[in-house]
């Protein structure tokens, strides 16, 4: 992956919204915020609760006069619009917007539009691609950070972030060996006997199949293993308590 991308809000309205763009981009890796001519200025009380402390935990924030000035450095800009435009430029979504960024040496900005127009015309002619997402035609209405959040997604995944499960096993104990799957079969069976529950007896063979097949299929952990057959246990105690209240 190239240089992480910054994040551009064209002339933003709601400080609530730059707060939740900031930690939208920070869940998915992205740390450098600019913020063009914003309407209420910066800083702004406002984007701080929404930003969940985004702003000390890495989003740096500048603000700049216009579009122009926060795009100036930058060698390759990204328009992010629902509307089609009619211009000579490169269409694409989320994920393709991630692949053009990767192939640009120079630094890369991705451009967001205010809440009540989005970018103007003129904002778009200053990038060289446009990125825009599936949405429904007849309601193509995205908040301002939830808009970001589609794109930081997008790149946080291309980079490898795995999130804190860090692989779809973590956390999750080894899986149980045959050796102790058997022996909860045979602890299982053996209460579920005692119990009556293999009735007529000529088909206990075919009902214990059936139950093992399907505790085979759960692919049980060495933990649920364990968890089972204490509570089969449990339960079996449970009964003989049971049954010597009856008899007193």
Same mark, same amino acid.
């Given at each position: 992956?190239?240089?992480?991308?910054?994040?551009?809000?064209?002339?933003?309205?709601?400080?609530?919204?730059? !707060?939740?763009?900031?930690?939208?981009?920070?869940?998915?890796?992205?740390?450098?915020?600019? &913020?063009?001519?914003?309407?209420? @200025?910066?800083?702004?009380?406002?984007?701080?609760?929404?930003?969940?402390?985004?702003?000390?935990?890495?989003?740096?924030?500048?603000?700049?006069?216009?579009?122009?000035?926060?795009?100036?450095?930058? @060698?390759?800009?990204?328009?992010?619009?629902?509307?089609p435009r009619g211009m000579e430029k490169p269409v694409t979504n989320?994920?393709?917007?991630? %692949?053009?960024?990767?192939?640009?040496?120079?630094?890369? #900005?991705? $451009?967001? !539009?205010?809440?009540?127009?989005?970018?103007?015309?003129?904002?778009?002619?200053?990038? %060289?691609? &446009? $990125?825009?997402?599936?949405?429904?035609?007849?309601?193509?209405?995205?908040?301002?950070?939830?808009?970001? &959040?589609?794109?930081?997604?997008?790149?946080?995944?291309?980079?490898?972030?795995?999130?804190?499960?860090? !692989?779809?096993?973590?956390?999750?104990? %080894?899986?149980?060996?045959?050796?102790?799957?058997?022996?909860?079969?045979?602890?299982?069976?053996? *209460?579920? *006997?005692?119990?009556?529950?293999?009735?007529?007896?000529?088909?206990?063979?075919? $009902?214990?199949?059936?139950?093992?097949?399907?505790?085979?299929? #759960?692919?049980?952990?060495?933990?649920?293993?364990?968890?089972?057959?204490?509570?089969?246990?449990?339960?079996?105690?449970?009964?003989? /308590?049971?049954?010597? /209240?009856?008899? %007193?």
């Open positions: 992956m190239t240089k992480d991308p910054v994040i551009i809000l064209a002339e933003p309205q709601l400080g609530e919204n730059i !707060g939740a763009t900031a930690r939208a981009m920070l869940n998915f890796g992205l740390t450098e915020l600019r &913020i063009a001519a914003p309407r209420d @200025g910066w800083p702004n009380p406002a984007a701080e609760p929404l930003s969940a402390g985004a702003f000390e935990a890495g989003v740096s924030v500048t603000t700049y006069d216009s579009v122009e000035a926060a795009c100036a450095d930058l @060698g390759y800009l990204v328009a992010a619009t629902a509307r989320a994920s393709g917007a991630v %692949d053009l960024i990767a192939q640009q040496a120079s630094s890369v #900005g991705v $451009m967001f !539009g205010n809440e009540a127009q989005g970018l103007s015309n003129d904002h778009v002619a200053l990038c %060289d691609a &446009i $990125m825009t997402y599936p949405v429904n035609k007849a309601f193509a209405s995205l908040n301002l950070s939830q808009a970001v &959040i589609v794109f930081a997604h997008a790149w946080g995944e291309a980079a490898g972030q795995e999130g804190r499960f860090e !692989g779809a096993q973590a956390g999750v104990s %080894d899986v149980a060996s045959r050796e102790a799957l058997f022996g909860m079969f045979e602890h299982f069976e053996y *209460e579920l *006997e005692r119990a009556g529950y293999f009735h007529p007896p000529d088909k206990t063979p075919l $009902m214990t199949r059936n139950l093992r097949n399907a505790f085979i299929r #759960g692919q049980w952990t060495t933990q649920e293993v364990r968890t089972f057959r204490g509570a089969v246990k449990a339960l079996a105690i449970g009964r003989g /308590k049971a049954r010597i /209240k009856r008899d %007193d």
